[in-house]
């Protein structure tokens, strides 16, 4: 058998497997369980040197997204071996996936940061980011989401849509990303089409247009009907180990089912009805051409006008089949190039005014012991080469690009140039975090400004210096917080490293110094969320820290309105500040606006200058940042400065803290109130344990919303206070004998009842 020749990329992929024999290489990608051969490379296995630019409508920049456990690495996996790009088929079980290749990823068997690979598949360039499923990691999914172009929205079949499900799609439909879905698990004996499909109206409240009819259910499902071509496609798998990537396919005839012949013809005049009520085009060209005829209708016509409702958002293809059992995702693979949109079917409108120079999103940071921080880019203008400097708009900075990748999960191939429409990886952008927008030079981004004042005044922010900036992405606050001490004082610099790259890479975590204790905070959006952060600064920096216990991240406002006066006199060396400041404090309504805000009186505001008024507004932001009960943010607050008073010589620092100290009288008389952050529950329960599930919520103060049936199994919706559910997930096992599942989410803000805020004030002050 002929061996070819080994591609750098090549080299790079399969370096890992030939490493494996001689136990050369601490990221092993053959599991201990399940022993492969890897005498040779195989012929199809491809290179990304072959096309390194391709045409911009070939390029699909897509996410897979779902609720934890749908199958979205394996669809991925099965994605990448189909295409030529993987040499065997990875198992999440097996902890042996590509773009699951963090070690606590592969021990815990879950996706915990979003991963980019990209492959080829029929001509076009497939940019793939496969995005966790856990509510901890929903800044990976949102900041994903943010630059791409299409989404791959996975369900399991059994279970339809799911409370993470539900978030994903509303952060998709945020970014007015056009999607595809895939029924996956239709071998499990619960899995209903019908079921899922309605949820999929109901709970997401979309317009799915089913394009696929399952052949056969269960444990018998063996391929599915394109309702387009009237094509049946079959998997005969032969063992247990067959790869799905050989599958028959041929036209429906009399010889199938009755039963399937008459259910593929009612969905296909379905198919078709729905299309033409939401596509005017296709309605047309059915009225003039075809009349009642269905049958005479082309499957390239109606290709394309369920591609025209894709991407105007009127409807979302849905498709089916099993990843596990290797059906279905070639498919799948043809529907996301026939579907979802190329680079410049996406409408930027603040891009246009780059026109042919450089304009780049950064929406991600991953730290290299090697090579330094790697700076993923999604390029929408323009052309990035390495050995070039940019310009970093947000930081007002220019850097050296170094090198140029194209990502392939924790495996990267070096190329000269990337053009638009595509995600790059680049080394050597040392100051350049999450959301900074990378421009060539400061002169384009200028002409830039000057273009988007002259056609339209966006983005006019100073004149002649007016920049237009790409829109960052949204961190949400974290809800969790606990202390991290190192082992020694000799390692507090390395702990203080440590953060900072983390903090780089994950803007979703937050460090802050305690001004009492001098000990360093932790903030993060959950248990699973800050357990992951420190075990990676073990393993990654090795530093063997100590977590404090876990506290919850509350909030204070206020419940009356209050006015206060102060007067600051204080003398500094040689020079006096007087300053004397009115204002008054009232509670904005909780339910419709949880920030704070700031107002000046007509006779205040248009009277002092620029740089005492910015003084005085930081030193009521600065009051927000700490409440007067226990030292807690506040929230849902209105400040109103009614005057403000000072001698000439008085500096902005003196009036900051004259306003400070006047926020925290008037805080003080308004009387406070803590809100504590009170989370969507749901859990996926047995009948049999559902009384057992009910009485330990009911001891958590959790109100229950609605009891569902899904199937055999119910399903309770609820919401409880994220104080209440510490260690949650040991008390449901051992109550359901691991037979339930649940998903938290932030709801929101809830004040505290007097008598459990008393004792927290107790407990927090050592009373208790």
Known sequence: MRVRAFSTFSRMIWGRYFLTAGLQSCRCRVSCHVKRQYSFLPDDVKSLRAVVNPDISKIRNIGIMAHIDAGKTTTTERMLY????????????????????????????????????????????????????????????????RVLDGAVAVFDASAGVEAQTLTVWRQAEKHHIPCVCFLNKMDKPAANLSFSIESIRQKLKANPVLLQIPVGSGRNFTGVVDLLTNQKLIWKLRSMGDDGRMFESKPLDQSDEPELLQEVNEARMALIEQVADLDDEFAELLLTDFGDNFDAVPSVKLQEAVRRVTLARKGVPVLCGSSLRNKGVQPLLDAIIAYLPAPNERHHDLVRWYKDDLCALAFKVLHDKQRGPLVFLRIYSGT???????????RNSIERMSRLLVPFADQHVEIPSMTAGNIALTVGLKQ??????????KASAAAAGRRAQNESGLGKKGGENATVVLSGVEVPDPVFFCTIEPPTMAKQADLENALNCLQREDPSLKVRVDPDSGQTVLCGMG???????????????????????????????????????????????????????????????????????????????????????????????????????????????STLIQSVAMEPGTSPAMVSACVSRCMLKALRLAGSQILEPVMSLEVTVGEEHLSSVLGDLAQRRGTVRDIQSRHDNKVLLATVPLAEMMGYSTILRTLTSGNATFSLELDNYEAMNPQDQNTLLKRMRGLL
């Open 82 to 145: 189909y295409s030529g790009y993987t040499r065997a088929l990875g198992d999440v079980d097996d902890g042996d996936t590509v773009t699951d290749f963090m070690a606590q990823e592969r021990e815990r068997g879950i996706t915990i940061q979003s991963a980019a690979v990209t492959f080829d598949w029929k001509s076009h360039r497939i940019n793939l980011i496969d995005t966790p499923g856990h509510v901890d990691f929903t800044l990976e999914v949102e900041r994903a989401l």
């Open 527 to 637: 248990e699973l969320h800050i357990e992951i952060i420190h075990d990676r600064i073990r393993r990654e920096y090795g530093i063997k820290t100590h977590l404090g216990p876990l506290q919850v991240a509350y909030r204070e406002t206020i419940l009356h309105e209050a006015s206060a006066a102060d007067t600051l006199d204080r003398t500094v060396g040689e020079r006096r500040h007087v300053a004397t400041v009115e204002l008054a404090v009232r509670p904005v309504d909780i339910s419709t606006s949880g920030s704070c805000e700031l107002a000046f009186t007509d006779e205040v505001g248009g009277h002092i200058p620029q740089e005492m008024k910015d003084a005085v507004e930081n030193g009521v932001h600065s009051s927000y940042l700490q409440g007067p009960l226990l030292g807690y943010p506040l929230q849902s607050v």
């Open 432 to 441: 350049t975090v999450t959301g900074d927008t990378i421009v060539s030079s």
């Open 384 to 394: 990035l080469k390495p050995q070039t400097a940019v310009h970093n708009i947000n």
